[in-house]
Nanobody, 120 residues
C-alpha cells in the first residue's frame, strides 16, 4: 500500500508562485516510490474533468500539459520520498484541486488533493 498526501496549496495572485509537495508512506512506498515509478500531477477544476498536468518517468524524462509548459516543473527527492510541482507565473485558469498520483505494480495511488486558487 502507498499513502500520498499533498500540501502547499493556497490562494495566490496571478503571476505568483506556489510549490506543491506530495509525501509518500506505506509498505510499498519504499525506497523511492516517485523515482522508481511513473509519477504524475493531475488537477480538477470545478465542473471539469480531472486532467494530467505533469509526469516524470523512472529514467528521468518529464512531460507537461501544453498549457503549463515553461511555467511548471515536476521533480522528486528520493531521500525524503517526496514529489514536487513548482508552479510559476500562475494564471486564474490554473485554479483547481491538484492531486499527485503514482502507479506501483500497475496499481494507481492518489492523494486527497490540495486546493490552488489564483486570483486575477
Amino acid at each position: 500500500q502507498v499513502q500520498l498526501v499533498e500540501s502547499g496549496g493556497g490562494l495566490v495572485q496571478a503571476g505568483g508562485s506556489l510549490r506543491l509537495s506530495c509525501g509518500a508512506s506505506g509498505t510499498a512506498s519504499s525506497p523511492n516510490v516517485f523515482t522508481a515509478n511513473t509519477a504524475k500531477w493531475y488537477r480538477q477544476a470545478p465542473g471539469k474533468q480531472r486532467e494530467w498536468v505533469a509526469l516524470m518517468t523512472p529514467h528521468g524524462p518529464t512531460n507537461y500539459r501544453e498549457s503549463v509548459k515553461g511555467r511548471f516543473t515536476i521533480s522528486a527527492d528520493s531521500t525524503s520520498n517526496t514529489m514536487y510541482l513548482q508552479m510559476n507565473n500562475l494564471k486564474p485558469e490554473d485554479t483547481a484541486i491538484y492531486y499527485c498520483n503514482v502507479e506501483v505494480h500497475m496499481k494507481p495511488y492518489w492523494g486527497p488533493g490540495t486546493q490552488v486558487s489564483v486570483s486575477s
